[in-house]
Nanobody, 120 residues
């Protein structure tokens, strides 16, 4: 059974940095996409940053230039380096991974989430 485990969340002050990591287990294949979403109470989960197996990345406008996503295909891991954090970055951050199965169908997997709080 595929599992995604996040780590690295916590409480930081505005302007500081934090690094999230996500490791996949229970799989013998590489994911096509891995990345991060976030969610605040009462709101829908939103995409933060996604990386593909070719090293290309896509960022939400609100984090572009401050966050960097890195995907390691060999290790099936993804990280999110978050710099110059703002109070509005406070959310539960979820790791997500997508893969094509043998029938050509997309299957997505989610981590349990890690809390990031930016506050003075």
């Amino acid at each position: 059974q595929v599992q995604l485990v996040e780590s690295g969340g916590g409480l930081v002050q505005p302007g500081e940095s934090l690094r999230l990591s996500c490791a996949a287990s229970g799989t013998n294949f590489s994911f096509n996409y891995m990345g991060w979403y976030r969610q605040t109470p009462g709101n829908q989960r939103e995409q933060v940053a996604i990386a593909d197996s070719n090293g290309r990345a896509n960022y939400a406008d609100s984090v572009a230039g401050r966050f960097t996503v890195s995907k390691d295909n060999a290790k099936n891991t993804v990280s999110l380096q978050m710099n110059t954090l703002r109070p509005e970055d406070t959310a539960v951050y979820y790791c997500k991974a997508d893969a094509l199965d043998a029938m050509g169908r997309w299957i997505d997997y989610w981590g349990q989430g890690t809390q990031v709080t930016v506050s003075s």
